[in-house]
């Protein structure tokens, strides 16, 4: 017989229940979701948006773990593979810095903190200072490596192609080389503080100046000033000139002509070739489609240049704010150092010590 005081025990556990029915009916499947993925430990993020892939923008070491356990020091160049490993040139730890597309981290080639000029395979090898990296057609890797070009093999193997004349750069670091991208017919470009070189890989010492000058100290004289190249599938070459514009030249061609903005006038606009200004683009990456993505210094934003008309816009990042900022965009970053594209039109880019995805609304 059912006795006075258990009828409400029974009437409050089925009223409990279908609470908790209609919160998974309102929720969908497992219960409640986060507003927004923040991206943590290499996931994949949120659906469009910014997160961080691996490392801390905030904090820098020797770290190889996955996601944000990983450490970096100083991150600057970036380029991905077919299989979207994201390859890093870590200047401050002298390494070449591999992420899986889970964010698993790992020191690809070189020792991380030991400097040096060694080639040989994996950690035999040493670096001076990594500044830019990338890919060919055939899967190898080239390292801009102080006045020197490295090659990586997929098996991590480290040789030398070519020394470059320090006499062109002089002692200033404003001067030194710290842009480099491949074509598909076994030429380098290389940009630095005074030039931009076309180089041969079978015949560095052949090498074609696109043009020369002196670009305009933007850090201060005593810092790198990178200026970045990317080389479309038709070996049309795009470079941040010495005048603070975009120009490019095609396959062959012995010099560049401006593509977008106007020569010495430094800004923060979106628009048209003529109208749209930058502050320096310090690295360029290149989609399927031939859209252009510039890393802009100083205003700390990620500009997208369409081709052929030259449009540009400004998908990421905040003028002048220099904190990370993930989520929804447009977000912000901690300071850009270099951005790369992968297959599917994901970027990434180095963010104060941490490297960051980039999904843009297709």
Do not use: H, W
Not at 126 to 134: D, E, K, L, N, S
């Amino acid at each position: 017989m059912t006795t006075p005081s258990a009828v409400p025990a029974r009437l409050r556990v089925r009223l409990l229940c279908a609470g908790i029915a209609a919160l998974l009916c309102a929720c969908g499947p497992g219960g409640p979701k986060r507003e927004t993925d923040d991206g943590k430990d290499g996931d994949s993020g949120p659906s469009t948006g910014i997160s961080v892939l691996a490392g801390d923008a905030a904090t820098g070491g020797t770290v190889d773990r996955k996601g944000t356990a990983a450490r970096f020091n100083t991150p600057r160049g970036l380029a991905v593979d077919t299989n979207g490993n994201v390859y890093v040139a870590d200047e401050g730890n002298a390494a070449i810095r591999k992420i899986a597309p889970d964010g698993t981290v790992s020191t690809f080639a070189g020792v991380a903190g030991s400097s040096g000029t060694a080639d040989g395979k994996g950690n035999r090898a040493r670096f001076t200072q990594p500044t830019a990296v990338t890919i060919d057609g055939s899967g190898d890797l080239y390292v801009l490596d102080g006045t020197t070009i490295r090659k990586i093999t997929s098996d991590g193997t480290v040789t030398t192609v070519t020394r470059l004349s320090f006499g062109n750069f002089g002692i200033d670091p404003q001067n030194m080389p710290a842009g480099i991208a491949a074509d598909n017919n076994g030429n380098l470009y290389v940009t630095s503080g005074v030039d931009t070189r076309r180089i041969p890989v079978a015949n560095p010492n052949r090498a074609t100046t696109l043009e020369t000058g002196a670009v305009a100290p933007i850090y201060g004289t005593s810092q790198l000033v990178p200026r970045g190249v990317v080389v479309d599938p038709d070996g049309t070459v795009y470079v941040a000139d010495l005048f603070r514009t975009l120009s490019r030249a095609t396959s062959g061609a012995t010099a560049l002509t401006t593509f977008v903005g106007a020569r010495n006038q430094a800004g923060n606009a979106d628009g048209n070739a003529s109208t749209a200004r930058f502050q320096q683009l310090i690295a360029l990456a290149i989609d399927k489609d031939g859209n252009l993505y510039g890393a802009d210094a100083i205003n700390n934003t990620v500009r997208k240049i369409t081709t052929p008309d030259g449009i540009v816009a400004t998908p990421a990042g905040t003028a002048a704010s220099t904190t990370l900022r993930t989520g929804k965009l447009p977000g912000s970053f901690a300071q850009l150092r270099g951005i790369a594209v992968d297959g599917s039109g994901n970027l990434y880019a180095s963010s104060g010590n941490a490297v960051v995805k980039i999904v843009l609304a297709q």
